[in-house]
């Protein structure tokens, strides 16, 4: 069980708009920032959106996130046969029981 | 380029140390402001972090493996390195080391840099 709630799976056709959420709650993402990874099969995750809605250089436009209270969103436009991928949320946890790094559960995008 | 190569053995048997080496090469460990992570995943699943060590030699480790978990540097090798103690087949997973976004300043959790991964199988 992740602490971060995401959709196990998502779907769109190319040149769609898809959104992926993630949910949390006021000790992580309601306080922090939130990031985004794409892993593409058998390789590593690779930052996609940090700080809630930055692009590291070289990350397309086509992605773009945004936060909002406990949750935060990714979307992916003018979607890319090469977009399927897993996706995955992550900020910081910061609770009595401690603090940490913690992530969603990944959503499986397939473009149809 | 900054690039990161772990290693170490892919099997480990139960209640035993798990060992694991991540060479840094364009970067140094202990004099170019980052933070270096450690993060899992088991077989098929989501991603775990396991805890940071920055320039200054200060680690972080998460709640559920702190007891068990010792993250350190050696810089003479410009390596950082993972020990897990008492591992049972809960531990088999893929590991990874990788690079916090932020430099010189406070930790992020954004990870811009990655190794390939080494997976760890514990046997009994």
């Known amino acids: 069980q992740s602490v971060l709630t995401q959709p196990p799976s998502a779907s769109g056709t190319p040149g769609q708009r898809v959104t992926i959420s993630c949910s949390g709650s006021?000790?992580?993402?309601?306080?922090?920032?939130v990031h985004w990874y794409q892993q593409l099969p058998g390789t590593a995750p690779k930052l996609l959106i940090y700080?809630?809605?930055q692009r590291p250089s070289g990350v397309p436009d086509r992605f773009s996130g945004s936060k909002s209270g406990t949750s935060a969103s990714l979307a992916i436009s003018g979607l890319r046969s090469e977009d399927e991928a897993v996706y995955y949320c992550s900020t910081w946890e910061d609770n009595l029981s401690g603090l940490g790094v913690v992530f969603g559960g990944g959503t499986k995008l397939t473009v149809l | 380029q900054v690039q990161l190569q772990e290693s170490g053995p892919g099997l480990v048997k139960a209640s035993q140390t798990l060992s694991l080496t991540c060479t840094v090469s364009?970067?140094?460990?202990?004099?170019?402001?980052?933070?270096w992570s450690w993060i899992r995943q088991h077989p098929g699943k989501g991603l775990e972090w396991i805890g940071y060590i920055d320039y200054t030699g200060t680690t972080s480790n998460t709640p559920s493996l702190k007891s068990r978990v010792t993250i350190s540097t050696d810089t003479s090798k410009n390596q950082l390195s993972l020990q897990l103690t008492s591992v049972t087949a809960a531990d088999t997973a893929v590991y990874y080391c990788?690079?916090?976004?932020?430099?010189?300043?406070?930790?992020?959790?954004?990870?811009?840099?990655w190794g390939q991964g080494t997976l760890v199988t514990v046997s009994s």
């Open positions: 700080k809630n809605d």
């Open positions: 990788a690079r916090d976004h932020s430099r010189f300043g406070e930790f992020s959790g954004a990870f811009d840099l």
């Open positions: 006021r000790s992580n993402i309601g306080i922090n920032n």
């Open positions: 364009g970067a140094s460990v202990n004099t170019g402001g980052y933070f």
